[in-house]
């Protein structure tokens, strides 16, 4: 089993950056792809990015392109989420998700969720 414990998130104004990392333990992160998603209130969760699992490769939701970089250490098993530029419509529960076949922005192809972090962006 993979645990996965986000971290980074807050409260912070618009315009400013937060980065959110992911570390897991039980197992290594070096063979899985991994993806960031969120969920605001009332709202279903949604994809924001994910990482090839060489890093290598990166995709983004069209609305955090530019904005979002995700990158990743496999040596220290961190995947982290740098989030510049927020808006308010950016507040939600961030998770990070670990897929071990193949991966893009469904849910269902993620094999191991962390619990979340919050991250607030007043206006």
């Known amino acids: 089993q993979m645990q996965l414990v986000e971290s980074g998130g807050g409260l912070v104004q618009a315009g400013t950056s937060l980065r959110l990392s992911c570390t897991a333990s039980?197992?290594?992160?070096?063979?899985?792809?991994m993806g960031w998603f969120r969920q605001a209130p009332a709202k279903e969760r949604e994809f924001v990015g994910g990482i090839s699992w060489n890093g290598r490769d990166t995709w983004y939701k069209d609305s955090v392109k530019g904005r979002f970089t995700i990158s990743r250490d496999n040596a220290k098993n961190t995947v982290y989420l740098q989030m510049d530029s927020l808006k308010p419509e950016d507040t939600a529960v961030y998770y990070c998700?670990?897929?071990?076949?193949?991966?893009?922005?469904?849910?269902?192809?993620?094999?191991?969720w962390g619990q979340g972090t919050q991250v607030t962006v007043s206006s």
């Open positions: 039980g197992r290594t992160v070096s063979g899985y792809a």
């Open positions: 998700s670990a897929a071990s076949g193949s991966y893009g922005s469904d849910p269902s192809l993620y094999d191991y």
